[in-house]
Nanobody, 123 residues
Framework: QVQLVESGGGLVQAGGSLRLSCAAS????????MGWFRQAPGKERDVVAA????????YYADSVKGRFTISRDNAKNTVYLQMNSLKPEDTAVYYC????????????????WGQGTQVTVSS
């Protein structure tokens, strides 16, 4: 069992930055693929970024490439999402997820989810 707790969300002006953190419980954090997803009102939950167990492989949605960076610190059981050059269309609830499968960007393949943190970008 893994529990995930996100933090770092908030209100920021367009062009600003935020860093989301996701702290995981348990001693097997390094064996999980980690992902960040987001869901805007009335829309589906979409993948934003994902990172492999070692951090050697990453994935970014086209909409965030060059602006967002996912990273992990297995010693601290934490995954991060650095978000720069934020746009109003980045406004959503951001979720952290952990998966035991192979490196994946499919939400259904993730086993554990955090409660989400709101990110609001004003124009």
């Amino acid at each position: 069992q893994v529990q995930l707790v996100e933090s770092g969300g908030g209100l920021v002006q367009a062009g600003g930055s935020l860093r989301l953190s996701c702290a995981a419980s348990g001693r097997t954090f390094s064996s999980y693929v980690m992902g960040w997803f987001r869901q805007a009102p009335g829309k589906e939950r979409d993948v934003v970024a994902a990172i492999s167990w070692s951090g050697g492989s990453t994935y970014y949605a086209d909409s965030v490439k060059g602006r967002f960076t996912i990273s992990r610190d297995n010693a601290k059981n934490t995954v991060y999402l650095q978000m720069n050059s934020l746009k109003p269309e980045d406004t959503a609830v951001y979720y952290c997820a952990a998966g035991r499968s192979w490196f994946t960007t499919v939400a259904a393949n993730y086993d554990y989810w955090g409660q989400g943190t709101q990110v609001t970008v004003s124009s």
